[in-house]
């Protein structure tokens, strides 16, 4: 690589990095969110720094978010508890961008980072207290570490993506699967690979260690929580929305478009036999493409929040940004356009949601009717319903806990 591409090269990665850090910081300053979930984990670490009794704040608890969010805003309040969010975003992306760099060029790069940044639910994750950003950052780093072979490392930084959300344990056991054939005849590596496996199984439980005692010594708390609103017609109607939702309908469409343009090679990329003739495109494609399955499953058992889909955002960039048949960078471009414009200027949707509850306490709906209207960006959106939505959830946390 010669100087002037390498300037070019970290130059806009930081300019843009730069950029995002500004703008998640600006709607950093809107407080802690509207997700109820946050408020659970500041009263989790509340209760464990005044009675010494850890209580997790959902089935599986979370500890490290649990414990960043609520020190973090001890400390410094809803500022620094949306900082570290903020800091994590924005090392995830450079992590990401690294990797990229391995298997495209500089400018694509820059571009897919950008895409998955102009995301909005991606945006409102990064700028609040919520868990998504923890178990996004240590994946993605643990994948980081996994690559450059410090496998030690990479064990401890899967184990705490497992700890931050619990859906991220097999999606880490499925790096390790497709790596360990990636040096499989490569005796000491494939050694070292497989003790760091191991180590990440117990580093895992280990985390989950107080859960387990807090749930009387049971596996209760693997349970997931119903969401059976409407039955399984609820759930498939949910699925599907929010599958397109979560990247606004004309995004949703250019990917639509994509798919068909690509669908020769994907299709190619599928039916091949990973296994051989081993190489490393082949395995990361197919850590994608399992990715992708892997996370629609588990988001047809529980279409519940937009945060579950980060995984796939990460997967079908990646997917963009290494295909040979397509104009990557107008997709790419495009795709970032279009999820701007989503999140800031207007959302074209195709349904009305409604709420049992005359005073709604939740973001969540209870029910909904197809109907077609332009509505608010969901950026936009969810800075109005701030005064809702976390208004109450203060309001509620503020009584138990006092200011």
């Not at 979930?37 to 464990?48: A, E, K």
């Not at 900082?83 to 995830?92: D, R, Y």
């Not at 020769?264 to 990973?274: F, G, Q, S, V």
């Amino acid at each position: 690589m010669n100087r002037l591409t390498k300037d070019w090269r970290f130059g806009n990665i930081y300019s843009v990095l730069g950029l995002l850090f500004i703008g998640y910081g600006v709607f950093a300053l809107g407080g802690y969110g509207n997700d109820d979930d946050t408020y659970r984990m500041l009263s989790t670490w509340n209760t464990l720094i005044s009675q010494g009794q850890y209580v997790p704040s959902r089935f599986q608890g979370y500890l490290i978010p649990e414990i960043a969010i609520g020190l973090a805003s001890q400390i410094g309040g809803f500022f620094l508890a949306n900082l570290v969010s903020v800091v994590l975003s924005i090392a995830t992306l450079f992590i990401f961008y690294q990797l990229l760099c391995r298997i495209t060029t500089p400018r694509v790069a820059v571009l897919s980072v950008l895409a998955i940044g102009a995301n909005p639910f991606w945006i409102i994750a990064s700028a609040t207290s919520i868990d998504y950003i923890y178990a996004a950052f240590f994946f993605v780093l643990g994948v980081f570490l996994l690559v450059d072979q410090k496998f030690k490392w990479a064990a401890l930084i899967f184990a705490a993506a497992v700890s931050s959300r619990i859906t991220y344990g097999p999606m880490a056991a499925i790096a390790y699967f497709l790596y360990f054939f990636y040096v499989q005849r490569e005796f000491k590596t494939r050694s070292l690979l497989v003790q760091s496996f191991i180590l990440f199984l117990i580093a895992s439980a280990a985390f989950y260690l107080p859960v387990f005692f807090a749930s009387g010594m049971t596996l209760s708390f693997l349970g997931i929580g119903p969401d059976a609103s409407g039955g399984f017609v609820g759930i498939i109607a949910r699925f599907v929305y929010k599958n397109i939702y979560f990247w606004g309908l004309p995004a949703f469409v250019l990917l639509g478009a994509f798919l068909f343009q690509d669908r020769t090679d994907l299709a190619r990329k599928i039916a091949a036999n990973p296994f051989q003739n081993t190489q490393a495109e082949k395995l990361i494609f197919y850590g994608a493409f399992l990715c992708v399955v892997y996370n629609q499953i588990m988001f047809f058992r529980l279409p519940h929040e937009y945060g579950y889909l980060f995984p796939v955002l990460f997967s079908v960039v990646y997917w963009i940004a290494t295909s040979e048949k397509v104009k990557r960078i107008q997709y790419l471009s495009l795709l970032i356009v279009l999820q701007i414009v989503y999140g800031l200027i207007f959302n074209f949707d195709v349904i009305q949601t409604y709420q049992n509850d005359v005073n709604p306490k939740t973001v969540h709906s209870d029910s909904a009717k197809v109907h077609f209207s332009i509505k608010e960006g969901v950026l936009i959106r969810d800075l109005q319903w701030r005064s809702t939505y976390q208004k109450y959830q203060l309001e509620e946390f503020y009584k138990k806990w006092g200011k």
